[in-house]
């Protein structure tokens, strides 16, 4: 473990306890992108953005805290690409289609649902991405540096859509969080980690000025054999 392994891994401990002593988030959220309280408010406030009501496609992440964020997307009429969860199969996206789907739109947003009504798809498969709305554990407020649960997959996902083409450094990238999550302090970000341009809580938004640019794709030294091992794309 690196010296910035331990520090992403403090913060990580830091923000759970924080959320679990309060209760803003359930018992075992340890581990996890933070299932937290106010986000159907947060997913309210980004839709009020200008990058959000622009925005034709938009891709997102899978978990929980980001179901409302799904639901208004396609409620909306947008195209929503949804990761498949741990990139586990060879086309690793679900692309959901509020024209074409078969389900409600509460079932089809959900992790369990997607895979019963959406096609999965690969990168070459996709259209350019207008909007990325990721999970995060910690947000800097300043710099927008985002501390994730360790697992290394939304990193992942848009190293892959940038080498695509599908996202690029004008894609702007949104986080739904709790209040918590947003911390005043500068955190630890390695050389293939991504900020975010908008950390949204359920009582403000953040418009952050990044420090550097966003890695202009998967850089391959820093995949792990488990990676590497569980992620068919990767091998691809």
């Given at each position: 473990m690196t010296d910035i392994d331990r520090a992403k891994h403090a913060v990580r401990q830091h923000v759970w306890d924080l959320l679990e002593r309060d209760g803003t988030a359930p018992l075992g959220v340890h581990g996890h992108i933070p299932d937290f309280v106010g986000k159907e408010e947060a997913?309210?406030?980004?839709?009020?953005?200008?990058?959000?009501?622009?925005?034709r496609v938009i891709k997102c992440n899978p978990d929980r805290a980001q179901l409302p964020v799904r639901v208004r997307a396609l409620q909306e009429g947008k195209l929503l690409y949804m990761a498949v969860p741990k990139l586990a199969t060879p086309k690793p996206f679900y692309l959901?289609?509020?024209?074409?789907?078969?389900?409600?739109?509460?079932?089809?947003?959900?992790?369990?649902?997607?895979?019963?009504?959406?096609?999965?798809?690969?990168?070459?498969?996709?259209?350019?991405?207008?909007?990325?709305?990721?999970?995060?554990?910690?947000i800097s407020r300043q710099s927008g540096v985002r501390v994730g649960k360790g697992a290394g997959y939304s990193d992942l996902e848009i190293a892959l859509l940038t080498e695509a083409g599908l996202v690029t450094t004008e894609t702007a990238i949104a986080t739904t969080i709790h209040q918590t999550q947003l911390l005043d302090d500068a955190l630890p970000d390695a050389d293939h980690d991504f900020s975010v341009d908008f950390a949204i809580t359920p009582n403000e938004v953040v418009a952050c000025r990044r420090d550097r640019g966003r890695p202009a794709g998967i850089i391959g030294s820093n995949l792990r054999r488990d990676q590497l091992d569980s992620i068919p794309i990767l091998r691809a």
């Amino acid at each position: 473990m690196t010296d910035i392994d331990r520090a992403k891994h403090a913060v990580r401990q830091h923000v759970w306890d924080l959320l679990e002593r309060d209760g803003t988030a359930p018992l075992g959220v340890h581990g996890h992108i933070p299932d937290f309280v106010g986000k159907e408010e947060a997913a309210a406030r980004l839709a009020e953005l200008d990058v959000w009501k622009k925005a034709r496609v938009i891709k997102c992440n899978p978990d929980r805290a980001q179901l409302p964020v799904r639901v208004r997307a396609l409620q909306e009429g947008k195209l929503l690409y949804m990761a498949v969860p741990k990139l586990a199969t060879p086309k690793p996206f679900y692309l959901l289609d509020p024209a074409s789907l078969t389900a409600p739109i509460e079932t089809a947003a959900t992790s369990s649902g997607a895979p019963q009504v959406a096609p999965t798809v690969e990168p070459a498969e996709m259209r350019p991405v207008d909007l990325i709305v990721c999970g995060s554990v910690a947000i800097s407020r300043q710099s927008g540096v985002r501390v994730g649960k360790g697992a290394g997959y939304s990193d992942l996902e848009i190293a892959l859509l940038t080498e695509a083409g599908l996202v690029t450094t004008e894609t702007a990238i949104a986080t739904t969080i709790h209040q918590t999550q947003l911390l005043d302090d500068a955190l630890p970000d390695a050389d293939h980690d991504f900020s975010v341009d908008f950390a949204i809580t359920p009582n403000e938004v953040v418009a952050c000025r990044r420090d550097r640019g966003r890695p202009a794709g998967i850089i391959g030294s820093n995949l792990r054999r488990d990676q590497l091992d569980s992620i068919p794309i990767l091998r691809a």
